[in-house]
């Protein structure tokens, strides 16, 4: 047991004063004789004795009734027993939110502010010896354990904004699983958050752990927030030199009607557009931004409005890659195919050549950026060596068969290729699907794709045994079957088709995804998979290196926070390295770096979920605790307005002053009752 308040205990010295006042008794009596009353002294022996046994009751009932009071004032409370053989006793979880949301203007400067300013003064109150288990948004490898009083206070005072979030599931499931591990038990957990409705995106699970709730919900002075959603560029290859646009959304949060908002493109730290758009109250808008990119490479961006107080969603970072003359090559057999010809040859964007396969006057093919088999019934041993060559040194080849082709000699390539072969011609008519891998990219280059897309029909097809899960889906039909899919050869790709580009078998190649798809594939070796990514969203980013035969480890480097890493990464299809990032400490442009080489920009943008400043009330937030099992007691349903103190006397781990109350007034019962039978 341990006091709140031990000051009040020297009161237990005014116990002595009764006691004094009991034995120091200076009142004189005086004996009088009767000749004639000599039994009256036996009976005056008797109630002698008894009236000083009722005194010394009187007495003690008076001491305990004192010091009852004296101790409730001292305000005991109970910690729990350690478990045998366990060297923890019971710890007070602490959750901190630190999130971006944290950053809004309170009482002290931020909400984070006044969340570290009010811990700081329950800190202060609870008893010297208690224990805490600390946790707030960030990586786990610094996140201190259990610890005390003194170390606690300090690492709060530490605590910064981070870019991470948690949602409250996730807070519960770190305390669950950090007491199993540490063998202790958690007398209460506080919580100290704004309570976005973002933080209960996932269903809460039933409390497993036991103790008292105590959400402290620090309220914000604005409730809104004008931030830039996401952005995509119109034309997803970029050409140097040639004008592009990149449309934004922005999403206005407020009650209030803009006439004219600036939005700014920045193109490698330079502003190439400004324009002012109307922004309705409550309402999303696009812009549209154009550009002319003039250099060649990686290209670093943003989009850009000015809002205040909320600011970490006033600018959306993206990268692209801009090249030019990107070599193509195709070889035939037939006869050139007409489509590819015109996606390729009427660009200036790529180089395009095409020879008869025969008559290809080169030794190797190690000049182009994409080889393309189409129209090939029989693959000659000197073109299969060429084709295996180049795949090795990180080219990316696509093959079309022809249906009448000799199946043989296909998979004869095929297994040389080590990817998976034909088994025989699928004769009825199937409809394609976006694979799942693909949704991100089709988000790119499709504007509308909440609405249903048609995909393409195929009359024919050949069906790709067996389905290797080392390979990358672009089109699926329904059933599952493989139609177009990348394989990792050596260090190159190798795209397989299950069909030939004639209009008598399918329509792809008057589909709208026709030209985004041969440039996805011609470029594969050129540009990352996304304009940006998410920080926190635990997404594996995809880089291309060609020309490199060894896959060296990728470092992630920003010079500007300073901050350099190797993440987690595995060897990916043909010359791709996949990267889980990790832990990031802020968004920005990353450069991914093998060895010397930038191979991959790579922007990093704030996660938008905080974005929507919508806030918990008090009773949802008790309703959502209490349904999950959580003994909460919120008076007057909520504790912001409350002192560290109060707070504290709410936390305590278990409050036994009021025992002493019933004591103290059970003791006053009880010597009315003596008082009123010694009279």
Same mark, same amino acid.
């Given at each position: ?35 004639? +009353? ?17 005194? =010394? +009751? +009187? ?32 710890? @007070?979880?602490?959750? @901190? ?20 300013? !009010?811990?700081?003064? @329950? ?21 201190? !354990? ?8 300090? +690492? ?24 199993? %591990? ?14 976005? %409705? ?12 036991? /103790? ?146 025969? /008559? ?13 088999? &189409? ?34 000699? *296909? ?5 040389? =290729? ?15 699907? #976006?694979?799942?891998?693909? &949704? ?49 050869? /050596? ?13 008598? #078998?399918?329509?792809?190649? *008057? ?5 985004? @798809? ?13 304009? *940006? ?13 060609p020309g490199l035969s060894d896959h060296l480890p990728v470092r992630i480097s920003n010079s500007k926070i300073p901050f350099e890493s190797f993440p987690v990464q595995q060897v990916g299809i043909g010359s791709e390295t996949v990267l889980y990032p990790g832990h990031l400490p802020a968004a920005g442009q990353f450069d991914a770096i093998e060895g010397s080489d930038t191979v991959a920009r790579i922007a990093f943008n704030y996660d938008r979920t905080e974005s929507d400043l919508s806030y918990l009330t008090d009773s949802t937030l008790k309703k959502r605790f209490m349904n999950a099992g959580w003994n909460i007691s919120m008076n007057n349903n909520t504790y912001s307005g409350k002192t560290g103190l109060e707070l504290a006397n709410e936390i305590a781990v278990k409050k036994i002053w009021y025992y002493f109350l019933v004591m103290a007034l059970v003791a006053l019962l009880a010597e009315s009752l003596v008082m009123n039978r010694k009279k």
């Amino acid at each position: 047991m341990v006091f709140l308040q031990p000051l009040f205990l020297y009161g237990l010295f005014l116990l002595a004063i009764p006691i004094l006042i009991h034995f120091l008794n200076f009142r004189k009596s005086k004996t009088i004789y009767f000749s004639s +009353l000599r039994f009256i002294e036996e009976v005056k022996t008797t109630y002698r004795k008894r009236n000083h046994l009722t005194d =010394l +009751l +009187l007495l003690f009932l008076r001491l305990i009734i004192l010091a009852c009071l004296i101790l409730a004032f001292a305000q005991p409370v109970l910690q729990s027993e350690k478990k045998q053989g366990s060297t923890v006793s019971s710890v @007070i979880g602490l959750f @901190i939110d630190n999130s971006k949301s944290m950053e809004v203007s309170g009482q002290n400067g931020t909400l984070l502010a006044d969340a570290k300013a !009010g811990v700081h003064e @329950i800190l202060k109150q609870l008893p010297p010896d208690s224990r805490f288990l600390l946790l707030h948004n960030v990586s786990a490898d610094e996140l201190p !354990g259990i610890t005390d009083k003194e170390v606690t206070d300090q +690492l709060i005072s530490g605590i910064k904004l981070s870019s991470d979030q948690m949602e409250m599931e996730d807070v519960f499931r770190y305390f669950s699983q950090s007491l199993n %591990e540490k063998e202790a038990t958690l007398s209460s957990l506080i919580l100290i958050s704004d309570f976005q %409705e973002s933080l209960f995106n996932k269903p809460l699970s039933s409390s497993t752990t036991g /103790g008292s709730i105590f959400p402290i919900p620090i309220k914000p002075m604005v409730t809104s927030n004008i931030s830039i959603d996401t952005c995509w560029l119109d034309n997803p290859v970029v050409l140097s030199g040639q004008n592009n646009s990149i449309t934004a959304r922005i999403n206005n949060r407020s009650d209030q009607d803009y006439q004219d908002f600036p939005v700014r493109l920045i193109l490698n730290d330079s502003l190439r557009n400004e324009i002012t758009i109307k922004l309705p109250s409550r309402t999303v808008s696009e812009v549209s931004l154009n550009f002319h990119p003039n250099s060649k490479g990686w290209q670093s961006g943003s989009v850009q409005i000015s809002d205040f107080p909320v600011v970490f969603d006033n600018e959306l970072l993206f990268s692209f890659r801009t090249e030019s003359d990107i070599p193509v090559l195709s070889l035939y057999d037939r006869g050139e195919n007409i489509y590819l010809k015109h996606v390729f040859n009427d660009d200036p964007y790529f180089k395009y050549e095409a020879f008869g396969e025969k /008559g290809f006057p080169r030794s190797d093919l190690k000049d182009y950026n994409l080889v393309i088999l &189409t129209g090939i019934r029989v693959i000659d041993s000197r073109l299969s060596s060429r084709v295996q060559d180049y795949l090795a040194s990180g080219g990316t080849v696509w093959f079309f068969p022809e249906l009448d082709g000799d199946l043989v000699n *296909y998979n004869a390539f095929l297994h040389s =290729l080590k990817v998976p072969e034909y088994q025989n011609i699928i004769p009825y008519k199937i409809e394609s699907a #976006i694979a799942r891998d693909q &949704t991100q990219w089709l988000q790119e280059v499709v504007v509308n794709v909440d609405r249903r897309l048609r995909l393409p029909f195929f009359n024919k097809t050949l069906k790709v045994v067996p389905i290797s899960p080392d390979r990358l889906d672009l089109l699926n039909s329904v059933s599952g079957d493989l139609l177009l899919s990348q394989f990792r050869t /050596g260090a190159g790709t190798f795209i397989l088709s299950a069909f030939p580009l004639n209009e008598k #078998i399918t329509d792809l190649m *008057y589909h709208p995804l026709f030209i985004p @798809i041969c440039y996805r594939i011609a470029t594969l070796s050129k540009n990352s998979s996304a304009l *940006y990514q998410i920080i926190g969203q635990k997404r594996p980013v995809v880089v291309n290196h060609p020309g490199l035969s060894d896959h060296l480890p990728v470092r992630i480097s920003n010079s500007k926070i300073p901050f350099e890493s190797f993440p987690v990464q595995q060897v990916g299809i043909g010359s791709e390295t996949v990267l889980y990032p990790g832990h990031l400490p802020a968004a920005g442009q990353f450069d991914a770096i093998e060895g010397s080489d930038t191979v991959a920009r790579i922007a990093f943008n704030y996660d938008r979920t905080e974005s929507d400043l919508s806030y918990l009330t008090d009773s949802t937030l008790k309703k959502r605790f209490m349904n999950a099992g959580w003994n909460i007691s919120m008076n007057n349903n909520t504790y912001s307005g409350k002192t560290g103190l109060e707070l504290a006397n709410e936390i305590a781990v278990k409050k036994i002053w009021y025992y002493f109350l019933v004591m103290a007034l059970v003791a006053l019962l009880a010597e009315s009752l003596v008082m009123n039978r010694k009279k």
